[in-house]
């Protein structure tokens, strides 16, 4: 196990260190960083260490598609923002005891939007719509676990249409005799083959590292990400236009605010009964807390809860999230064990 921690520790630090000077920017494509997996939903979001789970965490790191998921169908709807809705479908299979594929198909329709023009007199109606095809493959070797995800995007906002091209890279090691994971994660390294406009957008990058562990007296799993190695101050707003920052020292007045820029990294998730039929599962979200909460105004965005319930071959999932005072999303999932029939 020890040589395990040590090689997945020494590829993050050497990845680290290769992209400490990335750049870091407000890019383009958000889609492509939704939660599909109500199970890591949950638990706070970006969990990349979660092995032998739901189906869709290979969205998250594709070196969780593993063994154990062969012949699965994986299918989820989302209720998500001002009549968005989103949704995934999924289905993996084995090569053989060391090779797994798996393919999936997403979506997120925006809805319809009236049209205007200069002085406000209406000219109908646009709509604008995400789709996604993936492709993925893992191979285990010992107690390790690679994959990747080969992704395709098309997306049309009215008559402007775009598509990327993009890949996932993820590494899991999995100890069964300590219920120790650990994953390492490299998101949305791609370029767009057919821009919006005559700019070619940004991809959002991440570089990722996860933790989880079952406790050996307690039927409790918790997990812990530390996400965009490649950049420390990933704030959208500055701090002071924002109010309740943790781990600051009000009186100062040359803040650094050093440990909200550290926080922002984090997301913790915890699940309780993990390897029953019946899980309850939580999470927190620092950086969409920060990001997504109003001066003044106590609300539960950036935390996250959802159970899941087993019936012989099904698996069905449920996640709340609420991401402002004025809006909250609603995850429902259901994974069918096919071969089990």
């Excluded at 289905?91 to 200069?118: P, V």
């Excluded at 899991?172 to 390294?189: C, E, H, I, Q, R």
């Amino acid at each position: 196990m020890k040589k395990g921690i040590l090689l997945v520790l020494g590829l993050l630090s050497s990845t680290f260190f290769a992209t400490l000077q990335a750049q870091y920017t407000q890019a383009s494509y958000a889609f492509l960083q939704l939660e599909r997996s109500a199970q890591t939903a949950a638990m706070g979001g970006k969990q990349y260490a979660l092995a032998n789970g739901s189906l869709a965490n290979i969205y998250d790191n594709p070196a969780a598609l593993q063994a154990s998921q062969h012949h699965n169908l994986y299918v989820n709807a989302i209720n998500y923002l001002a009549d968005i809705t989103h949704g995934n479908l999924l289905y993996a299979r084995n090569i053989d005891s060391l090779w797994q594929i798996a393919g999936g198909l997403s979506y997120l329709n925006y809805g319809k939007f009236e049209r205007t023009l200069d002085n406000g007199e209406s000219a109908g109606e646009f709509s604008g719509s995400d789709k996604m095809l993936s492709i993925f493959g893992s191979r285990s070797w010992k107690n390790y676990h690679f994959g990747v995800q080969l992704k395709a995007l098309f997306s049309n906002i009215d008559t402007y249409t775009s598509s990327i091209l993009a890949t996932d890279w993820g590494i899991m090691y999995s100890d069964t005799s300590t219920a120790l994971s650990l994953g390492l994660v490299v998101k949305n390294v791609g370029f767009v083959i057919d821009p919006y406009a005559t700019s070619r957008e940004t991809l959002p990058f991440d570089l990722a590292f996860s933790l989880s562990k079952t406790l050996e007296h307690l039927p409790f799993r918790y997990a812990i990400t530390v996400h965009h190695l490649h950049k420390w101050d990933i704030r959208f707003a500055p701090p002071e236009d924002e109010t309740d920052l943790i781990f600051i020292d009000d009186n100062n007045t040359n803040k650094n605010y050093f440990g909200d820029k550290l926080m922002r990294h984090f997301t913790f998730g915890g699940e309780l009964f993990p390897d029953k039929a019946f899980n309850l599962r939580f999470g927190y979200n620092h950086l969409r807390r920060k990001e997504l909460s109003l001066n003044n105004v106590r609300y539960l965005n950036g935390y996250t809860f959802g159970f899941g319930i087993k019936v012989r071959q099904f698996k069905f999932d449920y996640t709340f999230a609420p991401y402002h005072q004025a809006a909250a999303t609603h995850l429902f999932a259901l994974q069918v064990a096919l071969g089990e029939f």
